[in-house]
């Protein structure tokens, strides 16, 4: 069985919705930051190895649903950058 660029692509948009869920924002952006930079790593990758990678992909997908899932048991505060993004800043 080959791996087409349509599945290669879903996994990605999966993978990245997943990583959206993430409560603590540092972690959110760090899945977000190492998804984006695995795949473009890999997309130059020989057909020979596109099956491994893919597999390898589907594994930490499965490993990032089982990170969202324990980050909402585990819930933290938000951090300072979190509350400040889209608010008007107010002196005075």
């Known amino acids: 069985m080959s791996v087409s660029k349509a ?3 879903k996994l ?3 993978m990245m919705r997943e ?3 993430i409560p ?5 952006t760090y899945a977000l930051r190492r998804i984006k930079h695995g795949f473009n790593e890999n997309k130059n990758v020989k057909l ?3 099956k491994n990678k893919f597999n390898d992909g589907l594994l930490a997908y ?3 649903k089982r990170q ?3 980050s909402a048991i585990f819930k933290t505060d938000k951090i300072i950058v ?3 993004i889209g608010k008007p800043c107010t002196y005075g």
Do not use: G, M, P, W
């Open 82 to 84: 979190e509350n400040q």
């Open 48 to 50: 020979e190895c596109i």
């Open 19 to 21: 990583a959206k869920k």
């Open 62 to 64: 499965d490993s990032l």
């Open 7 to 9: 599945q290669v692509l």
């Open 24 to 28: 603590a924002y540092n972690f959110r």
């Open 68 to 70: 969202v899932i324990v």
């Open 12 to 14: 990605y948009r999966d």
